[in-house]
């Protein structure tokens, strides 16, 4: 359990914007052995292959090609996007202080933002050579902070307040002497000059590697748990596991935290062009891939509301997981979560073979909650699926805090599903 829940830490810090998340799995794909395909180019994949292809630099798609005949696809999706807050093209508003423009990019909780060291991770697209390329850039240093009021000037500040974006969370960059900095700082830290910045997309972070808190450290405390737990452990089963009589693909989409209804995110065509041009590269026809996608089924993994300590009272009797145990099974009648009977029970028998408890989560059902990559990436690519995830607390929160023993279960019940010859046909569903 240590090795995954440091090994998952040690990726969170490495990737302090969605890009690095890309491209941080894409590395690890290449280190096993995966090729990079690119959309504009033919595929001619092989049998036995393993192979990637991403979009915008935010979006992966990893999957494999069976030596066998394959029966249907199993696959995962996860995201790669957090809450944070993106700098705007012309981010320095100068005055007594240098400050950046921002604006909150997903719903997110505000407050924990205050009074951390910050600092700004992303990307630059620049001139060089003659063509447009993107660099990855992460200023490693405590730089920015989001002072609070103090108490002596806002003696109601504990009893609820009403906070502005374009006011109350722009960082602190700086004193009057640093009015023009920040691009520069940008361009040494991607290792070009300011004057051949085209383009950015630049976010902040919060410094600090995660770490491991409670009576004997069951308990992992991070940013970005959401939803980097669930997208890293599902891409860490998917190498793990075995081969099996299905095409595995792991999806890592952007854009989830705004809705998905982009070029990148479950809503996009990727998912569904991608499966079609394995089929197409593989020599099957159409009707063979809309048999595929009736004997797939799709994990939809994204992380759950554990019930609070100290307000119990938002959860759902009865419905309501706690850290450490056990995957979560999200369910939601207006099918906010794709979960039925069918997948469920799926899912369900997967973990009992990998030996991985599970529990259920719903909503109260007079508090709406919100929803995930399941029933939008359904609607493109319709298979069976489940939503599921980790328990956590504090969601959107810029550091939340999840189970370390639910990391190693997500993992394991990954690498079971990945393995196992999924077959449906009218006596029922087979789990081999």
Known sequence: MKNYVDSLLDFIEQSPSCYHVVENFAASLRADGYTALREDEHWQLQRGGK?????NSSSILAFRVPACEPEGFLLSAAHSDFPTFKLKDN????????????????????????????SIAGRVLVRENGKIVTKLVNLERDLLVIPSVAIHM???????????????????????????????LVAEAAGVEAENILGHDLYL??????????????????????????????????????????????????????????KQGAASNLLRDTLRRICISLGYEEERYLRLLANSFM??????????????EYSDPGNSPVLNGGVVVKFNANQHYTTDGVSSAIFRAVCRKADVATQVYANRSDLPGGSTLGSISNARVAVRTVDIGLAQLAMHSCVETAGAQDVESLVRAMRVLYGTNLRMDTDGITLE
């Open 51 to 55: 192979y990637f292809v991403t979009r």
């Open 91 to 118: 981010p320095e508003k100068a005055g007594q202080y240098v400050q950046l423009s921002t604006e909150k990019y997903g719903g997110m909780l505000m407050a924990p933002w205050f009074d951390r060291p910050l």
């Open 154 to 184: 806002n003696r109601a500040a504990n009893d609820g307040v009403k906070l502005l974006a374009n006011v109350d969370t722009l960082p602190l960059f700086g004193g009057k002497d640093a009015a023009g900095s920040l691009m520069p």
């Open 205 to 262: 972070y919060v410094r600090g590697r995660g770490t491991r808190v409670g009576a004997n450290g069951e308990f992992v405390l991070s940013p970005k748990l959401d939803d980097l737990a669930c997208a890293w452990g599902c891409m860490q089963g998917f190498l793990e596991a075995s081969d099996s009589a299905a095409i595995p693909v792991c999806c890592v989409f952007d854009n989830e935290e705004v809705g998905s209804e982009t």
């Open 299 to 312: 994990v939809s993994a994204d992380n759950g509301h554990a019930v609070h300590p100290n307000h119990p």
